[in-house]
Structure formats: structure tokens, C-alpha cells
């Protein structure tokens, strides 16, 4: 069974920093691509990152430079370092397995987490 599960998230001033984790088990990281993505109500789920089995990472153009994706495969854990925080970085942040498809696609990810909430006060 396979089962991903969200920490770190909180409220942050603007400007500041928070590091999520993605437990896993269930899978290996060494096979599937992992990927980060937000929500805020109202909206679709966007895609904010991901990194590959073989260690290609992938940023959305509102993140670049200020958000930072990791592996610990020894751990089976995926970090999102998040610096430099915006109001607009509001949202509950999801991790997902890869199974088939672009990375860019909530559709191409078939296991997911329950999310964790990020708050950025202005």
C-alpha cells in the first residue's frame, strides 16, 4: 500500500522560509518521479515541482529561485525547501508519485498525500 504523508507546513511571515517533507513508503524513489503541487480553494491544483527517478528537476516559473526540491532516498523522504515566501505562496501543498505522463499533469500522478497547509501573512 502505498502512502505519502506532508510535513512542515505553517504560517510564515513574508520573506520567510519553511522546508516541507514527503514521507513515503510503499514505493521507491529510485522509480517513481516525485512531484510537489498547491491548491487554494476555488482553483485547480498547480504544479510547483518535481524531480525525477534519475535526479531531473522541474520548477514552475512562479517558483523559480526561491523554492528548492530535494530526495533523501536512503530515507524515501522528498523535501521542498521554500524560501523567500510570498503572500501568494498560500495554499495546501500536496506531494504525489509519478506513475505515467508529464510531470506537469495532476492527471499523471497516481498517489498523493493529504496536503499540508502553508499560510503567508503579508
Known amino acids: 500500500q502505498v502512502q505519502l504523508v506532508e510535513s512542515g507546513g505553517g504560517l510564515v511571515q513574508a520573506g520567510g522560509s519553511l522546508r516541507l517533507s514527503c514521507a513515503a513508503s510503499g514505493i521507491s524513489f529510485t522509480r517513481y518521479t516525485m512531484g510537489w503541487f498547491r491548491q487554494v480553494p476555488g482553483k485547480e491544483r498547480e504544479f510547483v515541482s518535481a524531480?525525477?527517478?534519475?535526479?531531473?528537476?522541474t520548477y514552475a516559473d512562479s517558483v523559480k529561485g526561491r523554492f528548492t526540491i530535494s530526495r533523501d532516498t536512503a530515507k524515501n523522504t522528498v523535501y521542498l525547501q521554500m524560501n523567500s515566501l510570498k503572500p501568494e505562496d498560500t495554499a495546501v501543498y500536496y506531494c504525489?508519485?509519478?506513475?505515467?505522463?508529464?510531470?506537469?499533469?495532476?492527471?499523471?500522478?497516481?498517489?498523493w498525500g493529504q496536503g499540508t497547509q502553508v499560510t503567508v501573512s503579508s
Open positions: 524531480i525525477t527517478w534519475s535526479g531531473s528537476i
Open positions: 504525489a508519485a509519478l506513475t505515467i505522463g508529464t510531470v506537469y499533469s495532476t492527471k499523471s500522478y497516481a498517489y
